[in-house]
C-alpha cells in the first residue's frame, strides 16, 4: 500500500457510509450549501451534483498521529439513529483502517443531519 491523503479516504468513506442500511445520503456541509448557492446560475446538470464525498471530511491529526473522519448521514424514517449512526461509525472506521498503509488512530464522528420522511402522495 502507499501513503493515503484525505482526498483518496473520502471516496472510502462515502461508500463505506452509504453502504449501511437507513443512510439515504451524505449531504454537504454549510460552506459547500454556501459556496453552491453564490455560484452562478445556469443550466443544471447531472456534472452540477453535489457528490456523497461532500458529506465527509477526512484530516490528519495536527500532530500527525491519526485520522480524523466527520460523516454528515441523512437517514431513512423509521430507523433508529443511534443504531444507524453506531452501524455508519464502525462501517467506515473498518474500512478507514484497511486503507491505510499502516496502523494508525483512526476517530469518526457521525452527525445525523435530518431524517428523511417518507413521501405518499394523496
Do not use: F, K
Not at 34 to 63: C, I, Q
Amino acid at each position: 500500500m502507499t501513503t493515503v491523503g484525505p482526498a483518496t479516504l473520502l471516496g472510502v468513506v462515502a461508500e463505506a457510509a452509504l453502504a449501511v442500511p437507513g443512510v439515504t445520503g451524505l449531504p454537504p456541509r454549510l460552506a459547500q450549501r454556501l459556496a453552491a448557492a453564490a455560484a452562478p446560475t445556469g443550466t443544471y446538470t447531472a456534472s452540477h451534483r453535489t457528490p456523497p464525498e461532500a458529506g465527509v471530511r477526512a484530516e490528519r491529526a495536527p500532530d500527525g498521529s491519526g485520522w480524523h473522519i466527520e460523516v454528515r448521514c441523512a437517514l431513512a424514517e423509521g430507523r433508529r439513529a443511534l443504531d444507524v449512526a453506531r452501524n455508519v461509525h464502525d462501517r467506515v472506521r473498518t474500512a478507514v483502517i484497511s486503507h491505510l498503509a499502516a496502523p494508525e488512530p483512526v476517530t469518526v464522528t457521525v452527525t445525523v443531519t435530518r431524517i428523511a420522511t417518507r413521501y405518499d402522495p394523496p
